[in-house]
């Protein structure tokens, strides 16, 4: 049963699938695994964002396809393994990039941008993660790259749920790294501080202190370390030396001390 697995899965071409491949961060995970030789499904909402991401790599050489899907709901995930299926390919390597945040007090947002919250950062990460998994431990060979946060290592007061949702996200990359270790597969979640995409202005913390405060990073030099940190096979990632501090002082500093500063470096500048 588990050779007739192997010998099925052996059939397919692998191809590493990255979501939120048509602009920041997994726009340039997509390009630095393309320059890895890997052949790319890129899955985004926009079709135009997608097309243009793809023309930009062509001279990579690798097999590029795009799909449109939106993740943040439960037909959009299953038309990823569909498009795989009928393209003879199978997800070699899956990279979690799609992600939206939600700035403010919490009981001011509205609720169903939450509920799309949580759908795309934590569910979507789940379904697709549990759709790949068992196909990379069957061929022994590939992983899972999520894009979390060095958010999810502590509460964020005005980003509250999308905080958490990142804490999700590293707890559940660091139980299958565990889960899964010595069967050929690599589970990774890249931790950035801030960096330069439109993600800020989209949940209206273009405003807050942390971007004037904290440094800022390019999606390429994060997609970098995220890319070099995952072929290494490290389990969390954080890009740039300055992240390993920021990682260590959210684990040391007590939560007393550094959820007040974490919400101050949220609130808006706007906000007085
Ligand atoms: N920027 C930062 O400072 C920062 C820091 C730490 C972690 N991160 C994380 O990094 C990841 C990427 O963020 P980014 O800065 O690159 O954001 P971004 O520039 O806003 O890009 C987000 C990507 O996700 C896609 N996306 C959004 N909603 C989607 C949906 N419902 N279905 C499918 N795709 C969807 C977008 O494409 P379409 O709109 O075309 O769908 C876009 O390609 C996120 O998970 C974010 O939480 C960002």
């Given at each position: 049963?588990?050779?007739?697995?192997?010998?099925?899965?052996?059939?397919?071409?692998?191809?590493?699938?990255?979501?939120?491949?048509?602009?920041?961060?997994?726009?340039?995970?997509?390009?630095?695994?393309?320059?890895?030789?890997?052949?790319?499904?890129?899955?985004?909402?926009?079709?135009?964002?997608?097309?243009?991401?793809?023309?930009?790599?062509?001279?990579?050489?690798?097999?590029?396809?795009?799909?449109?899907?939106?993740?943040?709901?439960?037909?959009?995930?299953?038309?990823?393994?569909?498009?795989?299926?009928?393209?003879?390919?199978?997800?070699?390597?899956?990279?979690?990039?799609?992600?939206?945040?939600?700035?403010?007090?919490?009981?001011?947002?509205?609720?169903?941008?939450?509920?799309?919250?949580?759908?795309?950062?934590?569910?979507?990460?789940?379904?697709?993660?549990?759709?790949?998994?068992?196909?990379?431990?069957?061929?022994?060979?590939?992983?899972?790259?999520?894009?979390a946060?060095?958010?999810g290592?502590?509460?964020?007061?005005?980003?509250?749920?999308?905080?958490?949702?990142?804490a999700?996200v590293i707890s559940?990359t660091?139980?299958?790294?565990?889960?899964?270790?010595?069967?050929?597969?690599?589970?990774?979640a890249?931790?950035?501080?801030?960096?330069?995409?439109?993600?800020?202005?989209?949940?209206?913390?273009?405003?807050?202190?942390?971007?004037?405060?904290?440094?800022?990073?390019?999606?390429?030099?994060?997609?970098?370390?995220?890319?070099?940190?995952?072929?290494?096979?490290?389990?969390?990632?954080?890009?740039?030396?300055?992240?390993?501090?920021?990682?260590?002082?959210?684990?040391?500093?007590?939560?007393?001390?550094?959820?007040?500063?974490?919400?101050?470096?949220?609130?808006?500048?706007?906000?007085?």
């Amino acid at each position: 049963m588990a050779s007739e697995q192997t010998a099925y899965f052996a059939a397919l071409k692998p191809i590493a699938v990255i979501t939120g491949a048509s602009e920041g961060i997994g726009r340039a995970l997509a390009a630095e695994f393309a320059l890895g030789g890997h052949d790319l499904l890129l899955v985004a909402r926009c079709a135009n964002g997608l097309a243009n991401a793809a023309a930009e790599l062509a001279a990579t050489g690798v097999d590029i396809r795009t799909l449109t899907a939106d993740l943040a709901t439960a037909a959009g995930c299953a038309s990823v393994e569909t498009e795989l299926a009928a393209s003879g390919c199978t997800c070699d390597v899956l990279v979690n990039s799609a992600g939206i945040g939600l700035g403010g007090p919490f009981a001011k947002q509205d609720a169903n941008d939450l509920n799309r919250l949580v759908d795309l950062n934590m569910r979507a990460v789940t379904d697709l993660t549990r759709r790949f998994l068992p196909g990379m431990l069957a061929r022994g060979a590939g992983g899972v790259l999520n894009v979390a946060s060095l958010g999810g290592l502590a509460p964020g007061p005005q980003q509250a749920a999308y905080y958490a949702s990142k804490a999700y996200v590293i707890s559940l990359t660091e139980a299958l790294d565990s889960e899964t270790a010595g069967q050929g597969v690599r589970i990774s979640a890249l931790l950035p501080g801030a960096v330069a995409t439109k993600f800020h202005a989209r949940m209206g913390a273009e405003h807050s202190y942390y971007l004037q405060m904290l440094g800022v990073m390019s999606a390429e030099q994060v997609a970098r370390a995220g890319y070099r940190g995952f072929r290494r096979g490290q389990t969390l990632i954080y890009p740039g030396l300055f992240h390993h501090f920021n990682a260590l002082a959210l684990h040391y500093v007590p939560h007393w001390v550094m959820i007040p500063v974490i919400g101050w470096l949220l609130r808006s500048r706007q906000a007085g």
